[in-house]
């Protein structure tokens, strides 16, 4: 079967984008489809996260393990097939595609209906308005990171070596 998903986006009125995929597929093709669709790099983390109707986060599937507990029990993207988390229509999940501002779509399964043979799932069938910027650094952020990076004594605990030792090198 087919799970027809919708997402949108807090942020932008009026956008919002329809994926289609096989019950069989990863949530790695997902997100796949999605960062081609809304044209965003790859490289940068992200997260579904099952929820419940209150759009709390309930579970998370992840891009990457970033923890050091073997212990920690994580759910990767390429090892979770939707089918196995997808149980019902209306199902709600977030989509986390830009950690540092914890900026998310909201997912929800419209429909679940039979493949059809002519296309190749996943797809986006439908994007309407421009997708949000992936990545928003907050200017106040910034310019906190900024001045520590100025800060030259920051600057050399940070790399863990003497500014000065600089000046042996050729200009």
């Known amino acids: 079967m087919i799970y027809k998903f919708r997402l949108i986006s807090p942020e932008v009125d009026g956008f919002y984008m329809d994926v289609e995929i096989d019950e069989n597929q990863s949530f790695l093709d997902f997100h796949n489809t999605i960062q081609d669709a809304a044209k965003y ?14 759009w709390e986060k309930v ?9 050091d507990d073997d212990i920690a029990k994580i ?28 900026r998310a779509f909201f997912i929800e399964l419209l429909d679940i209906v039979r493949p059809n043979g002519l296309i190749n799932y996943p797809v986006c069938s439908t994007i309407m308005g ?9 200017d106040d952020d910034l ?20 500014i000065d030792d600089l000046d042996q090198y050729p200009n």
Do not use: C, W
């Open 75 to 102: 759910t990767l993207m390429e090892e979770s097939i939707m089918t196995d988390f997808i149980v019902e229509k209306r199902q709600k999940l977030l989509y986390v595609f830009d950690f540092f501002s914890e």
């Open 59 to 67: 579970h998370e599937i992840t891009l990457l393990d970033m923890t």
């Open 130 to 138: 421009a997708p949000p910027m992936q990545i928003i650094i907050n």
């Open 41 to 54: 790099d790859r490289s940068q983390m992200a997260s579904f996260f099952l929820s419940n109707e209150k």
């Open 143 to 162: 310019h906190a990171y900024l001045q520590r990076s100025e800060n030259e004594d920051d600057f050399n605990g940070d790399l863990n070596y003497n």
